[in-house]
């Protein structure tokens, strides 16, 4: 996390104080936090009060799933929620209890589009929802992110991200990391890369920092490939240091594709060029996850791989991404 500053109102960083605290050390809040304390996303920041449903509203029915849900989901009264809290209800049931939740939320994403907004409540549960351990759990929460903001999964949600990418202004910051959670979702990917590699080598170290959440979120062999290039090569210890988070724990890389990873993290314990920060960051991505611990004993971490790489062995057991079942 960098350095914090003066917040530009008291009140407001006060109020945020407990909700910092508790997730400075999570991984994909972490990225949140960081541009919180830059002061870059005062939109995510407002405290947006979750107005009351309209009696209009209410009258719209949440589609039901085939099979009944257990008995503290109560689909009868969701469905008589608006849209918005529809969907934030939802969204913290599959926190804490992934089935049947995740089969609603996808059952109604497309008649939620259009009727959902970015708001400070939804903002909190989808931070939450990415550091779930489900992988299902951390799509529900994106796909969800994406309706927010009215981005179909269509080339036309790629360029207006690229525009707001390229238009300097904070918007750019999330429009990255939306990006890469496009491409995960097979909406151009190459193109989502190839915005996100570029911008990952940019002076500006807070659009890197955002170019290294977004490729996290794309989740593809080029992401992973270009997260090991930057853990080793970028200037800035804190890009350094959440490009191994990427690879380890963050966005929505899976636990087999993060096992690519590892034969080029052993090939970095040999780089004499590392200083010892960066090489103290590539033993703890390779701890984190193959579970092993060798501390920076290259030796004994290719003797212990030799013996536990039945998946590089097997790519077809592999998968490429994040499934929606």
Request: hydrophobic share 40%.
């Given at each position: 996390?960098?350095?914090?500053?003066?917040?530009?109102?008291p009140r407001r960083w006060l109020s945020?104080?407990?909700?910092?605290?508790?997730?400075?050390?999570?991984?994909?809040?972490?990225?949140?936090?960081?541009?919180?304390?830059?002061?870059?996303?005062?939109?995510?920041?407002?405290?947006?009060?979750?107005?009351?449903?309209?009696?209009?509203?209410?009258?719209?029915?949440?589609?039901?799933?085939?099979?009944?849900?257990?008995?503290?989901?109560?689909?009868?009264?969701?469905?008589?929620?608006?849209?918005?809290?529809?969907?934030?209800?939802?969204?913290?049931?599959?926190?804490?209890?992934?089935?049947?939740?995740?089969?609603?939320?996808?059952?109604?994403?497309?008649?939620?589009?259009?009727?959902?907004?970015?708001?400070?409540?939804?903002?909190?549960?989808?931070?939450?929802?990415?550091?779930?351990?489900?992988?299902?759990?951390?799509?529900?929460?994106?796909?969800?992110?994406?309706?927010?903001?009215?981005?179909?999964?269509?080339?036309?949600?790629?360029?207006?991200?690229?525009?707001?990418?390229?238009?300097?202004?904070?918007?750019?910051?999330?429009?990255?990391?939306?990006?890469?959670?496009?491409?995960?979702?097979?909406?151009?990917?190459?193109?989502?890369?190839?915005?996100?590699?570029?911008?990952?080598?940019?002076?500006?170290?807070?659009?890197?920092?955002?170019?290294?959440?977004?490729?996290?979120?794309?989740?593809?062999?080029?992401?992973?490939?270009?997260?090991?290039?930057?853990?080793?090569?970028?200037?800035?210890?804190?890009?350094?240091?959440?490009?191994?988070?990427?690879l380890s724990r963050s966005g929505l890389?899976?636990?087999?594709?993060?096992?690519?990873?590892?034969?080029?993290?052993?090939?970095?314990?040999?780089?004499?060029?590392?200083?010892?920060?960066?090489?103290?960051?590539?033993?703890?991505?390779?701890?984190?996850?193959?579970?092993?611990?060798?501390?920076?004993?290259?030796?004994?971490?290719?003797?212990?791989?030799?013996?536990?790489?039945?998946?590089?062995?097997?790519?077809?057991?592999?998968?490429?991404?994040?499934?929606?079942?």
């Amino acid at each position: 996390m960098p350095p914090r500053v003066k917040a530009q109102n008291p009140r407001r960083w006060l109020s945020y104080l407990p909700a910092v605290a508790v997730l400075a050390f999570l991984s994909t809040i972490a990225g949140f936090c960081a541009a919180r304390f830059h002061g870059a996303f005062t939109k995510w920041l407002k405290i947006y009060p979750v107005a009351a449903a309209d009696a209009e509203q209410r009258t719209s029915e949440l589609v039901s799933a085939s099979q009944p849900g257990p008995k503290d989901i109560n689909t009868e009264e969701i469905s008589h929620l608006a849209p918005q809290q529809q969907a934030e209800r939802l969204l913290e049931l599959a926190i804490q209890q992934p089935d049947p939740s995740l089969s609603l939320i996808h059952r109604n994403l497309t008649f939620w589009r259009g009727h959902l907004e970015d708001s400070d409540r939804l903002f909190h549960l989808v931070m939450e929802a990415l550091n779930s351990n489900d992988p299902r759990v951390r799509v529900a929460a994106v796909e969800i992110d994406l309706a927010a903001n009215n981005l179909m999964k269509a080339p036309e949600s790629v360029q207006k991200l690229r525009r707001q990418i390229q238009s300097g202004s904070d918007e750019r910051y999330m429009a990255l990391w939306r990006l890469g959670a496009l491409g995960n979702r097979g909406v151009e990917p190459f193109e989502s890369f190839r915005t996100l590699k570029l911008y990952a080598q940019s002076r500006n170290q807070e659009v890197r920092f955002w170019a290294v959440e977004g490729l996290a979120m794309l989740g593809n062999r080029e992401s992973i490939d270009a997260l090991l290039d930057i853990l080793a090569r970028d200037p800035a210890a804190q890009i350094r240091q959440r490009a191994a988070n990427a690879l380890s724990r963050s966005g929505l890389i899976t636990g087999e594709q993060r096992l690519t990873a590892v034969p080029q993290l052993l090939n970095l314990l040999d780089d004499d060029s590392l200083d010892a920060a960066t090489q103290s960051l590539v033993c703890s991505t390779l701890e984190a996850i193959t579970g092993a611990s060798f501390g920076k004993n290259a030796a004994a971490w290719r003797d212990w791989w030799a013996h536990h790489d039945s998946r590089e062995k097997h790519p077809a057991r592999r998968n490429t991404g994040l499934s929606l079942a």
